[in-house]
C-alpha cells in the first residue's frame, strides 16, 4: 500500500485564486481527517469525515474553506478565494476505527 | 479546556547525551496519549503510544496523570533523532489534538 496520497505536494498561487487540495485515504479506512500545519500554531484539525460524512468541522477556519469526500477512496480540501494567510502545510490523515493515524505527506501552499 | 502544551520549540542536545521532550495536556477524561514524529522530508508517522507501553528507537514514554505530563525520553540521544516531534492526545473516538511541536537537533 502507498500509504495516504495526497496531491499536489506543493502548490504556489496568487490572493484570490481558488486552491483545491486532494486526498486518498488508505484503503479500508474509514475515518478521515485534514490537517493545517504552521510554526505558530502547530498542528490543527480542520475537519474530520467518518463513512464519507463530515463529523466534525469546526477547525474549519472560515467560509472560505471547504472540504467533500464524495466517495471512501477520495477527498478535497478547497480554499476560495486564497489568501496569504492560508500559506501552510496541509496534511491529510487516515485510519481505521480507533486506530492510529496514519499521514499523508502534505501539501505546501504558498499563496502570494 | 482540552489542549496539549510542549513548552519547547527547540532543543539542542549532544550525541550521547539524555533526551527529555516535554508535554503536558489537560484534560477532564482519560485520554490516550500519543508521540509522533516527522523526520526531515518524511511524513508525518507514530513513534509511540502510551498504552503499548514499548520502547521505539530507544525512546520511552510513562504517562504521569498526577502531572498530567507524558514526557519522551531517550537515555543517549543519536544524530538520526533530529526531527520534529509532536505530542498528541485522544479524547474520544477520534478527535486528536496536537501540540505544537519541538523540534529537537542533536549535534555531532
Known amino acids: 500500500d502507498a500509504g495516504v496520497i495526497q496531491s499536489p505536494r506543493h502548490e504556489v498561487t496568487e490572493m484570490g485564486q481558488e486552491v483545491t487540495l486532494r486526498c486518498k485515504p488508505i484503503?479500508?479506512?474509514?475515518?478521515l481527517f485534514w490537517y493545517r500545519q504552521t510554526m505558530m500554531r502547530g498542528l490543527e484539525l480542520l475537519i474530520y469525515?467518518?463513512?464519507?460524512?463530515?463529523?466534525?468541522d469546526s477547525g474549519m477556519p472560515e467560509d472560505r474553506f471547504s472540504a467533500k469526500m464524495p466517495n471512501a477512496s477520495f477527498s478535497t480540501l478547497k480554499i476560495q478565494p486564497s489568501e496569504p494567510r492560508d500559506s501552510a502545510v496541509y496534511f491529510c490523515?487516515?485510519?481505521?476505527?480507533?486506530?492510529?493515524?496514519?499521514f499523508g505527506p502534505g501539501t505546501r501552499l504558498t499563496v502570494l | 479546556a482540552q489542549r496539549v502544551t510542549q513548552p519547547e520549540k527547540l532543543l539542542s542536545v549532544f550525541k550521547g547525551a539524555p533526551v527529555e521532550l516535554k508535554c503536558n495536556y489537560s484534560?477532564?477524561?482519560?485520554?490516550?496519549l500519543f508521540w509522533y514524529v516527522q523526520y526531515s522530508r518524511q511524513r508525518l508517522q507514530l513513534l509511540l503510544r502510551?498504552?503499548s507501553r514499548e520502547s521505539i528507537k530507544g525512546f520511552t514514554a510513562d504517562l504521569n496523570k498526577g502531572e498530567t505530563s507524558f514526557h519522551l525520553k531517550k537515555p543517549f540521544a543519536q544524530e538520526e533523532d533530529s526531527a520534529m516531534y509532536y505530542c498528541?492526545?485522544?479524547?474520544?473516538?477520534?478527535?486528536?489534538?496536537f501540540g505544537t511541536g519541538t523540534r529537537l537537533k542533536v549535534l555531532a
Open positions: 490523515a487516515s485510519s481505521s476505527r480507533s486506530d492510529t493515524q496514519y
Open positions: 484503503s479500508g479506512h474509514n475515518s
Open positions: 469525515f467518518n463513512n464519507n460524512v463530515p463529523i466534525d
Open positions: 484534560y477532564s477524561g482519560s485520554p490516550e
Open positions: 502510551h498504552i
Open positions: 498528541a492526545l485522544r479524547g474520544g473516538t477520534y478527535k486528536y489534538i
